[in-house]
């Protein structure tokens, strides 16, 4: 019903396989569905709830496993008119990620990432994280019972996420180096020790986030929006989602694609080069720096599938300033209700810059994915914020203060 198939040389392998890339060229591999051995209507579909396992039989997980679930997945689709009159633009809608279980999207990769490991017989996971991966990893950890290890870059953690991860009884090792060196150190850990690797270059999780993709159009009732804006860092996110949609395309569920709109940070923007350049590898960013500390990125391991997906959708990739991402968070946040992290902000930044530079039409319907709760970073707000006004406890002065704040 599905297998592994490598996106550079083509070759294929069995599920129970357990690589992360190709062993032949080293490519990056994805899941192949038989899509003509799919048999459900949409109705079908349980229309009492949402969530990553509503899509069950597009989920490549055997009929017996013991799925792994918080019921993560069935997310809000915030219709946002105040910012769309701001903005001027036809349609505009978030997609609230931060109101999954640990408060990001990664939980819908996690459910069916850790289903896998104990499919495939693991006994330790671990991932190297910017944060919000090691949160979401050490809960379903947590519940399948499985230990956790966690590399993270030393001191550049939001301290909800580091939380989070400590929390759930994931054991924390602070790397002294960047996101891209835990990665590799990980990657080599993994396999020289036996343990189950949970980052994105794991195509079963990308699965579970393809979900991502089948709940914005299912929450549309099956209209296909004209482009989904996506924040890029390791590029499963924004691969996941088109993977999910062309998936739904070609078995019929949907009449056309959206195209896949990614931002990056300025200061950590490999991706929006090499789309540029006409490259369909990144030259990578050597010291990746922005507040968006989840986007923090300079060597993006599924860049390929990203640039592809941002290529065959139509559409584009753009890099913001940390600036323009503070005041996107913070508009979000004043307009329309909706706490999120930097790095999810930087989809409304990123929309902003688009519309204004003419490079997204004022007629279209767009939705923004909001990857990342608030909380996960209160640091950055107060931080980039005013400070609380101090009174004394009297009443006389608080009458004066509250005049003057009025
Ligand atoms: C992981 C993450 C991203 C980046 O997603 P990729 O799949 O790495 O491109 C963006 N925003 C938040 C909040 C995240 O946790
Ligand atoms: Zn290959």
Redesign the pocket.
């Known amino acids: 019903m599905f297998h592994l198939q490598c996106i550079k040389c083509n070759a294929t392998y069995p599920p129970e396989e357990r690589i992360y890339t190709c062993p032949r060229c080293g490519g990056l591999l994805e899941v192949v569905l038989e899509l003509d051995k799919i048999h459900v209507t949409k109705e079908e579909m349980d229309p009492r709830w949402m969530g990553v396992w509503k899509y069950r039989e597009f989920m490549p997980v055997s009929e017996k496993a013991r799925i792994i679930t918080l019921t993560e997945g069935g997310t809000p689709l915030h219709r946002v008119d105040n910012l769309r009159e701001e903005f001027g633009v036809k349609e505009l809608y978030v997609k609230n ?1 931060g109101a999954n279980p640990s408060g ?3 939980d819908r990769g996690m459910t069916v990432g850790v289903t896998k490991a104990l499919e495939l017989g693991a006994r330790a996971v671990a991932c190297a994280s ?4 090691s949160a979401s990893l050490a809960s379903f950890a947590a519940v399948a019972r499985l230990s956790c290890i966690v590399l993270l870059p030393t001191g550049k953690t939001a301290m909800g996420k580091l939380a989070q991860a400590i929390l759930h009884g994931a054991r924390v090792i602070a790397i002294e180096g960047n996101f891209d060196e835990a990665l590799e150190l990980v990657r080599r850990v993994c396999d020289e020790m036996n343990i189950y690797l949970l980052n ?1 270059i794991n195509p079963w999780r990308l699965e579970g ?1 393809k979900s991502l993709g089948f709940e914005i159009v299912d929450q549309l009732e099956w209209e296909v929006p004209d482009r989904i804006i ?11 989602i088109w993977k999910g949609l062309k998936e739904f395309y070609e078995y019929g569920f949907i009449d056309r694609l959206p195209r896949i709109t990614g931002i990056q940070a300025e200061g950590a923007a490999p991706v929006v080069h090499a789309y540029r350049e006409g490259l369909d590898e990144v030259v990578p960013v050597e010291n990746p720096e922005t507040v ?1 500390t ?2 923090r ?1 300079g060597a ?1 391991v ?1 860049a390929p599938k ?1 640039l592809r997906a941002v290529r065959e959708s139509g559409g584009l990739m753009e890099a913001v300033s940390d600036e323009e991402i503070l005041h996107a968070q913070k508009m979000l946040a004043r307009r329309e209700g909706i706490g ?2 930097p ?2 902000a930087s989809t409304i930044a990123g929309l902003k810059k688009l519309l204004e530079s003419g490079e997204i039409d004022s007629d279209e319907r767009i939705v923004c994915v909001a ?2 709760h608030a909380l ?1 970073d209160p640091e950055i707000i107060i931080k980039s914020s005013e400070a609380p006004i101090t009174c004394p406890a009297d009443m006389e002065r608080l009458k004066k203060v509250v005049a003057q704040v009025l």
């Open positions: 990620e990001s999207f990664k910017t944060g919000n991966t994105s986030q996506v924040p890029v860092g390791n590029c499963g996110n924004s691969s996941a968006a989840a986007i990125i993006p599924s990203t999120v992290e790095a999810s990857t990342g996960k």
